[in-house]
C-alpha cells in the first residue's frame, strides 16, 4: 500500500487538482469547457468521460511506452485516444442517448482535447502505468471540477434549477426574480473560468507572475 | 530490439490498426441494438412533439401507444397499402422520396387526441448546414394544421436552429395548406416583420432565411406528396 501511494504518487494525484490545475493553470481543454458547461448534466458527463479517457489512454500509452516507435509515437497515441473515445461515444448512445445527443460533437472532440495528448506525450510516455493511471484520475478529475463549478453557477443562475429540477422557489419569480440569460450564452463560461483563476491565483501567490 | 527500423514500424502499425479496427467493430456490434432502440424512442417523441404532448418525466413509449391510434402506408393516390402495426414507423420517408411517383410508400400516423383525430406526416428536407425534418399534425379536416416539430442537423444556433423552438412550431397553428378549392397551396414562410395576415403565412426567422425557406420547401415537397389524401373526406369519398 504505501507502495501504491508514495508521496510522489500523491503529489501527482494531487497537483492538477490545485496548483496544477490543466484549465486553470496550464489553461488547457477550455475549447470543450466553455461549450458543454450551460446545463450541470453534460458538463458531469463530460468530465467523467474525460477522466476515464484520459486514466485509461494514460495506461495503455504507458504500457506500450517501450515499444511504440519513436517516429510515429503521436500517431499512436491518437489511435489510443481515438480508439477510446469512440467507445465511450458508443455506450454514450446506447445508455445516454439524450445526454450524447445535448454533447454531440464534443464528445469526438474529446480526440482533440488538449489534456489529453499534453498528458500522453509529457508522463505516460516516460512514467510506469500505474503512476500514469494516477496522472490521468488528477488531471481528469482537476478538469472535471472546473466544469462542474461553472455549470454549477451557470445553470443556476441561467435557468434556475440544477441537474434539470427546478431548485430557485415560485415565490421569487412571482417577486420578480428573472432569470439571467447572459449566463446562457458562451461569454458567461468564459467569465466564470476567469473568476475561477482570479480567486485561484489570490489564494495561491506562487502561480501570480512577477 | 531497434523500435526505430522502418520494418518494425511498420508491422507496429498494422498490427495496432488492427487491433483496435477489431475492438470497435465488437463494441458497435455489442451496442446495436439498444442504440437502434434509443433512435426509435427518439423518433416517438419528435411524433408526440408534432401533437403538442408535454413529454416531461414520462415514458414516450407508452405514450406512443396511447395517441397513436392508427398508422397506415398509403400510395400517391390515397389508396392504402398497408396499415399493420408499426407499419409507418418502419419507413424511411427520405429514401421514399427519392422513388419514381407510383413506387412512394407515404406513411401516415392517425391519433387520437382528447376523442379528436389528427393525422401526422413526416417531413424531411435540406436546410442551409445540413439536414432538417419534422412531423406536421393536421386536424380532422385534413386541411388546419394542429401542431408541428421541426429539427435539425447542424443550423445555425441562435438563428435557422430556432425552427427547433416552440415559438417557430406553434406560429404555424391553425394555419391551413388547401386553398378554397382545395386545391394544394401549402405555406410560405415570410421574411421577417412583412406581417403573415393570412392563413397561409407564416413570419421566418430574422437572419434565419436560408432555413425559413428550406422549411417552406420542406413541408410543399413533403406534403404535396399526400395531395390526394386531403381531397378525400374521412369516409373515404371526395370532399
Known sequence: ??????????????????????????????????????????????GISVTIIVAFSNVIISLLRNTIPNRIRIIVQLVVVAALVTVVSEILKAYAYDVSVQLSVYIGLIITN?????????????????????????NGFG??????????????????????????????????????????LPPMALILVACIIWVHRSRNKELQEK | MNTNSNGYTIIYATVMVVIVALMLAIVSSVLKDTQTANIELDKKKQILNSLKIDLEGQDAAALYDKYIVKEMVINHNAEVIDTTKFCAFKIDFLKELAKKQEDKRLPVYIANVDGKIKYIFSLRGTGLWGPIWGYIALNENRNSIFGSYFSHASE????????????????LIDKKILADDLSFKSISVLKPDN?????????????????????????FNCLGEYNAFFNQSNNGGTK
Open chain 2, 195 to 219: 406581417n403573415p395576415n393570412n392563413e397561409y403565412e407564416i413570419d421566418g426567422i430574422a437572419g434565419g432565411t436560408i432555413t425559413s425557406k428550406a422549411v417552406e420547401k420542406m413541408i
Open chain 2, 156 to 171: 445555425t444556433p441562435g438563428l435557422g436552429a430556432e425552427i427547433a423552438y416552440k415559438p417557430f412550431q406553434y406560429t
Open chain 1, 1 to 46: 500500500m504505501s507502495k501504491l501511494f508514495s508521496e510522489k504518487t500523491k503529489q501527482v494525484f494531487l497537483g492538477p487538482l490545485s496548483k496544477n490545475n490543466p484549465i486553470t493553470v496550464q489553461v488547457l481543454g477550455i475549447c470543450s469547457a466553455l461549450a458543454v458547461t450551460s446545463k450541470l448534466e453534460p458538463a458531469l458527463v463530460m
Open chain 1, 143 to 184: 478538469y472535471a471540477w472546473i466544469l462542474v463549478a461553472v455549470a454549477f453557477f451557470r445553470e443556476l443562475l441561467g435557468s434556475g434549477s440544477l441537474l434539470g429540477f427546478k431548485v430557485i422557489p415560485h415565490a421569487f419569480y412571482q417577486a420578480g426574480y428573472v432569470n439571467n440569460g447572459l449566463m446562457i
Open chain 1, 114 to 138: 488538449c489534456i489529453l495528448m499534453g498528458r500522453l506525450e509529457a508522463f505516460a510516455m516516460s512514467n510506469k502505468p500505474w503512476e500514469s493511471f494516477v496522472d490521468g484520475l488528477g
